[in-house]
């Protein structure tokens, strides 16, 4: 599970730390008690930050840090898909194997396939995303979050 | 004897033969050699091999506390047991396995729904200005909490009365189920009487004035299939210990949006999101109301219990248990002095048959029986309003599983015979 | 590994090589081949082949529902059912047996208690003029009760809070226990700090206000000879799973007059005397409280647990204990950035150890000590009000059991200086 | 378990039927709903009457019959011994093999002696015996009831 790439995001997060946002949510992983606080920031459908800040282990922090790289700069429907495609590995309980397109999408995410066969440690992987998702819908509201849904799936 | 001879050959009876060898205690001999017809499976059931044998792995291999560990034990454990809530889940059709709740018992399951009500906010809390409505064939476990929720809210509690014929009398529907009733309880099957009630009729009655509708299934569920989603009940409540399953766990369904807005009732470890010493948030259903270690192995042996009860097939088991009964009614008319409590033909009722015999009391009826080999209950069967209603102190009780044979109903009414003699 | 080598020989180590033969699962390997070093006992500890041969003989036998049936399998199974009560009295020096409670957790067994004191008339009763005094040392299940209870009945929820090393803070005494408090509620042991609390001093307060004491002996009755009489407690909960019993079953010992005196909990079958539609009345205690099926076959099997236990010797077992507990502590201190939470030293603690790793997460440490075969817990351990006045996340956590060995902490050290390098 | 002489007291029972006495007492068995209403009646300290109305099983009734047939004109505290020396075979849990003076003790009641391996029917064998104790304790008081304990027992 514990990748290089994992290790990596660990050690030298990115864009840790809590900058302006348009909405900020505090979220809580009940089976260890792990915090995040996530702001994100809008410029249009464009998402130009994702600041954070929290206590947790290597995976919820690499998977922050992974998050920050993977969404900032992306147009919302985009974002929306990578979450989306991060969610599906991480459910999978191992039994997706990341192909090309995947790899594309995802990037260093993908490292994370190894993680989701550990379901007590895929709650870790998920926690920023799942704040990331909340946040967003705060920040531009649920509407403007299903607008930007990607084609073909549902949120 | 019922091993070799299953008895007459009636149309939709399973392959017993097969069946019962995998059940251990089937085979088990009492009173010097004679061999046990077990015919007391309304109080609880035999558990077959592929069930033991799901316990014993479980302990041997896996066991561990669930949920929070990183360790291998503990994330097997924890997939055999939320593995175990998808297979209940399933067995009752539950849109969600999230709407699946594991209690010790039938009785936590129905406790947990009246403690709920009483504790919520409008528009679910009974409170003194509102009805309870139960009905005159309830287990005691669908009337104690009930009662005891109208003792502490000021509540009202109603019930419906019986028939001679052993069935609900719904002909005053409408004046016992009001605008002021917060929740219809009743069984789906009577553990006494054996009667199958019409849910449809008061579940209808029940939507019109907006009151909930608590389903007792412990008798229906093992024995037919129960979904939950063409019950159109709020809450469904059964015991594992009656359907192949361990003692020790029950099962409560609920509607997920009822489970999200009703407030816990027991508190502790599981339950929770985060607590401070002040004041605790809690985890979403279904865990906000499984507090403390849950009952692992025997949900995971609930969950092989389903599966057996799936492999042979729910309809198939319905039918069988409907031949017995028919063949059992039938048989049991021969018997001079029998008076059956409960519906008399083998339409809309279940595999349980309850009589009195002339004036022999049925413990006298029960032990002479035992002494021949035969298992049945006797007493109020915990339901000691249906023999006030009827006039009783008690009755005899045969009730009827997927490994009863036509030769068991046999050897029932032989033994009643003989009990005739014996108190003659 | 630790099967071949016990390592280290201390004085007052039982003989695990022959008590480990007892344990099936402690012989499979974990993560391909390795052996597994099972360091989680205080989430739940495993089951000898006596407990298990136990269950399988109840169900492959005897199985019934119980009390109220007159065939050979009802009695039987009430026999074993009531014989493991005796064997629980016999194990806690209970005055009576009719104080022992069957549950399905200790965490139903402490809702229980403050349930039944919301519920009762005076003197016993909570409500908004009363004081419940608990500890920030206690798990999640002896919190949230207590909690919910002040909720409902508008109480006052007090608590001791905590010293630097890990021990109650008890300078201010009485205080917190004041005449207006009803219940003192406190862990024997802590789950997370291993701190065995002064029973005397707390008892001593609360009778001289006159406040009931609740202990938690979750941690305490699988480890240590837990005696209620001289406990001088009016309630003492623990669980069967953490004692080499079933999962599904806890206890409640409770002083005779008091389980005359208070009112019941859940309602349903057993725990009445008789039931009309619109009033009941309650059976004596224990059935007063056992509402509906018992957990039988757990009950059980938890006798066959206590049986084993006592077979070796409970003083044999803490002494065992407290070798390995002093011999980890000892290697532990030699761990670079380690930080034990709680006592340091082995006095007035049971087995349970719970430390940081400079600021490596436990969830990291756990996970990586899993890849090695050792299980730990990782966490909050259901008592996250610990960690906030430690002020850290979490904890990993190793706690040793009868069949713990000296080699096991060895196994462990070697494990976390593996972890350090890993993340260094 | 059903001694001839059972079934003989159970089908021809002594004493049956409401009498005038000093004091009352319903019991119930909560186990299987049965149920007596008994009553005693004292001249001084000789038991003058038992007389008793109620629905159970064989056991129960014949158990009754016996205690009337047994009680009836002794003095009381010879009456407690009978009681006691009863109770004692009834939880025996068919470990007792009555000797001759526990039949003289007992007469016909000794053929209680099975029914004490079957624990469910206990009950029944006891409900009119221990409605007796209740009765004689209301009409002659707790106290009464303790001076006339036989000696060497305790009640
Ligand atoms: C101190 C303490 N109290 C209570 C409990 C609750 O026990 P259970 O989860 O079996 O209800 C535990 C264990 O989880 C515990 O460690
Ligand atoms: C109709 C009915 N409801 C509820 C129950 C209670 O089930 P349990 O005793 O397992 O709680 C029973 C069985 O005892 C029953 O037959």
């Known amino acids: ?155 | 004897m019922t091993q070799t001879h299953p008895g007459p050959v009636l149309p939709g009876l399973l392959d017993t033969e097969t069946i019962r060898k995998d059940f251990p205690i089937l085979h088990r001999t009492v009173h010097g050699g004679k061999p046990l017809v077990y015919l007391d499976n309304a109080a609880s059931s035999h558990k077959p091999r592929q069930v033991l044998d799901a316990l014993n792995d479980y302990y041997e291999q896996h066991h561990s506390n669930v949920h929070r560990g990183v360790h291998v034990l503990a994330e097997e454990a924890t997939a055999l047991y939320e593995g175990a809530r998808d297979k209940v889940a399933a067995f009752i059709n539950a849109p969600s396995r999230d709407e699946v709740i594991f209690t010790k018992n039938a009785s936590e399951s129905l406790n947990l729904v009246a403690n709920m009500l009483g504790w919520a906010d409008e528009p679910y809390r009974v409170d003194a200005r509102t009805e309870i409505v139960i009905t005159e064939m309830e287990h005691h476990s669908n009337i104690v909490p009930w009662q005891l929720l109208a003792q502490r809210t000021g509540a009202e509690l109603k019930w419906f009365g019986l028939t001679d014929d052993g069935r609900l009398d719904l002909s005053d529907i409408d004046r016992i189920i009001t605008e002021r009733t917060k929740v219809v309880s009743f069984v789906l099957v009577s553990n006494v009487l054996g009667t199958l009630n019409p849910v449809d009729r008061i579940v209808r009655r029940a939507q019109e004035v907006g009151a909930l509708v608590v389903i007792d299934a412990s008798q229906a569920a093992p024995h037919m299939r129960v979904d939950v989603q063409s019950l159109g009940a709020d809450f469904v409540a059964f015991t594992g210990h009656k359907m192949c399953g361990p003692t020790g766990i029950g099962v409560l369904w609920g509607r997920q949006e009822l489970l999200e807005d009703l407030p816990p009732f027991l508190g502790g470890g599981e339950m929770i999101e985060t607590v401070t010493m002040s004041s605790s948030t809690y985890a979403a259903a279904p865990y906000k109301f499984e507090a403390g270690t849950p009952p692992i192995a025997q949900a995971v042996g609930l969950g092989a219990a389903v599966d057996y009860l799936s492999g042979i097939g729910m309809e198939k088991i319905a039918a069988h248990e409907h031949a017995i009964t028919r063949y059992a009614l039938d048989r049991l008319a021969e018997v001079p002095d029998l008076r059956i409590i409960g519906p008399v033909t083998g339409e809309d009722r279940g595999a349980t048959i309850s009589f009195t015999l002339g004036d022999i009391h049925p413990h006298d009826v029960g032990q002479v029986l035992d002494e021949q080999g035969i298992a049945v209950r006797v007493g109020h069967h915990c339901a000691r309003p249906v023999c006030l209603r009827y006039g009783i102190p008690a009755t005899t009780r045969a009730s009827f599983y997927l490994y009863s044979t036509p030769a068991e109903v046999d050897a029932l009414v032989t033994g009643l015979e003989y009990v005739r003699r014996f108190f003659g």
């Open chain 1, 1 to 155: 599970m514990y990748q290089d790439v994992i290790l990596d995001h660990y050690k030298h997060p990115h864009g840790r730390g809590l900058r302006d946002g348009d909405a900020e949510v505090h979220h809580v992983n009940p089976t260890c008690g792990d915090e995040i606080t996530l702001r994100v920031r809008y410029e249009g459908q464009v998402v130009a930050d994702v600041s954070y800040e929290g206590q947790g282990c290597s995976i919820s922090q690499a998977s922050a840090s992974v998050l920050n790289e993977l969404l900032v700069g992306k147009e919302l429907p985009e974002a929306l898909g990578i979450q989306e495609t991060f969610l599906e590995l991480m459910q999978s309980r191992g039994q997706v194997v990341p192909d090309d397109a995947m790899e594309e999408v995802l990037e260093d995410a993908v490292a994370f396939a190894g993680v989701s066969k550990y379901p007590a440690r895929v709650k870790c992987a998920l926690l920023s995303w799942m704040a990331w998702k909340d946040a967003t819908a705060q920040a531009l509201g649920d509407a403007g979050l299903k607008d930007s849904a990607p084609k073909g799936r549902t949120a």
